[in-house]
């Protein structure tokens, strides 16, 4: 069933402003939603409808002025605004109440997720309504669960959309075409032949005066626990029946149960976290991170993190997998770049210079690319060459496609509570480690590459697989 009435608590946030008005815009024009539909921004601002549109269509003209005129017209014509604190269930209860269903996104504070839930709770929502949820869900895992127990009282699993805007991404949807509908690849996607898979992604955006949110939560917490490890998932995952939402989401599950449970030690040697000192960004002076407006030095939030993970499971054992991301660096990397193992045998010279293949999918700007090793001008010399497409531009923006999924009711693209918790799962001992100060917290200058990398940890399953004796180690 369509949904014709969308709720959005957080309705004057930069989310808000960003991303939704714009992917509403979007769907208008791709007429996806019509003059049925209706959105109700919420927020502790003493605003009425008037101020609110006139904030509304002035966010369109700024972050989606790509659209044309009269899709954004439109959508803004469809907006209210009701004041409410999400702590206050007869205030959260006037906002939804109807004969209507409703699709209520929260687009707040990840810490007044679990009081929004229960004053829906108490309010009642109109039947077969729906909740979508923004990342981080919850802080760690015990929260995790606990808001998952709160979000099972108020509604049906299949009505909870925890959304992740980078599975609605093309090219992320581009992992899995690529892998799946190519008779080249899939027969060499596993440790056989894949020596490493990076997932990176390094900006060079400092904090942009989002301390009240960012340093709370830091680069583990904002990127790689939901982000990255949605990347490892399709990366990594075995080809499920269907792409419905049981059989994504159950192979997407099985990646994260996969995961090794890293010990302290394991902790110590595969994990990174630094901050960055001042330096200078794309051509602008960044201050150090602690010097930011609205940061405190005590928290020893890190603006860089960076976790290596092995997968205990027939396809991966022997591969690393690293997720990687930071904030001021030198350069933008958004990449997923898989590195094959070597030739097992060169017939060519000892000097020939081979590098191994690497097939990178660009997340931003969207592209696919694949290194590879040619034969140069001269007999026996040999030069790497990268072959490069960019991708069509996406009919829908990320979360224009995850609005519409929520609308219609399709959770395949949103992440199910089994699946939340495995995440928190992983990087638990991540968490506790690095609060325990067991793994120093480094500093870079901002602009620069960040921190030096560490030297490689050697695989503990390396020494059983059959491969290394007959293909080289090459990392
Ligand atoms: P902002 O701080 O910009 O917005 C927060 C919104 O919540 C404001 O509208 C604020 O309005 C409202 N709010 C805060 N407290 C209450 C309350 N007690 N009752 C009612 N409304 C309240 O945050 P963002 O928009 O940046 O982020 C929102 C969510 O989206 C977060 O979970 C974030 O992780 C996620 N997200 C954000 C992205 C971004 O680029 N901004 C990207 C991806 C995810 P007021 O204070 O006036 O009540």
């Not at 949605?230 to 099985?254: F, I, N, S």
């Not at 017939?347 to 590098?355: K, S, T």
């Not at 991540?430 to 901002?446: F, N, T």
Request: aromatic fraction near 6%; hydrophobic fraction near 40%.
């Amino acid at each position: 069933m369509t949904i014709q009435r969308l709720v959005v608590f957080g309705g004057t946030g930069d989310l808000t402003g960003r991303y939704l008005l714009p992917a509403l815009a979007a769907l208008r024009e791709a007429g996806h939603i019509d003059d049925r539909f209706s959105l109700t921004g919420a927020s502790r601002e003493d605003w009425d409808g008037a101020r609110y549109r006139e904030w509304a269509s002035a966010q369109l003209d700024r972050h989606g002025a790509d659209i044309p005129t009269d899709a954004r017209r439109a959508v803004v014509a469809s907006t209210d605004y009701r004041r409410a604190d999400v702590t206050d269930p007869a205030e959260v209860g006037a906002v939804v109440a109807g004969d209507d269903p409703v699709a209520v996104y929260l687009a707040l504070p990840p810490s007044l997720f679990p009081a929004t839930v229960t004053a829906l709770h108490e309010a009642g929502l109109p039947p077969s309504s729906r909740i979508v949820l923004e990342k981080p869900f919850g802080e760690d895992l015990a929260g995790a669960q606990e808001l998952n127990r709160l979000l099972a009282d108020l509604l049906p699993e299949r009505a909870v959309f925890r959304v992740d805007h980078f599975l609605a991404m093309t090219t992320v949807q581009n992992v899995l075409g690529s892998r799946l509908a190519n008779r080249v690849l899939e027969p060499i996607w596993n440790s056989i032949h894949i020596a490493e898979v990076d997932i990176v992604w390094d900006e060079t955006l400092a904090l942009e005066g989002r301390a009240g949110y960012y340093d709370h939560v830091g680069a583990l917490k904002d990127m790689v626990q939901n982000h990255l490890l949605q990347l490892l998932c399709l990366v990594a995952m075995e080809p499920p029946l269907t792409l419905g939402e049981r059989d994504l989401r159950d192979r997407k599950v099985d990646v994260l149960r996969s995961v090794r449970y890293m010990t302290d030690d394991d902790v110590r040697r595969r994990t990174r976290r630094a901050r960055y000192s001042a330096g200078r960004c794309n051509g602008h002076e960044v201050p150090a991170y602690i010097e930011e407006d609205g940061v405190d030095a005590r928290r020893r939030t890190e603006t860089f993190a960076e976790v290596e993970l092995e997968l205990d499971n027939w396809r991966w054992a022997g591969t690393r997998f690293r997720l990687r991301s930071g904030k001021a660096l030198g350069r933008d990397r958004k990449e997923v770049a898989v590195r094959f193992r070597r030739v097992p045998h060169l017939p060519f010279g000892q000097d020939a210079d081979v590098q191994p293949n690497v097939l990178r999918f660009g997340l931003e700007p969207e592209s696919l690319s694949l290194d590879v090793t040619v034969t140069g001008s001269r007999t026996e010399t040999l030069t790497q060459l990268s072959l490069t497409a960019g991708m069509d531009p996406a009919d829908l923006p990320a979360y224009g496609r995850l609005l519409l999924d929520v609308l219609n009711g399709d959770p395949a693209l949103s992440i199910r509570s089994d699946e939340a918790e495995e995440a928190w799962r992983v990087l638990e001992p991540v968490l506790s480690a690095w609060e325990q100060e067991l793994v120093p917290l480094e500093e870079y200058s901002a602009g620069s590459e960040g921190p030096p990398p560490r030297p490689a940890a050697p695989g503990r399953r390396d020494d059983l697989l059959h491969r290394d004796a007959v293909l080289p180690a090459d990392s």
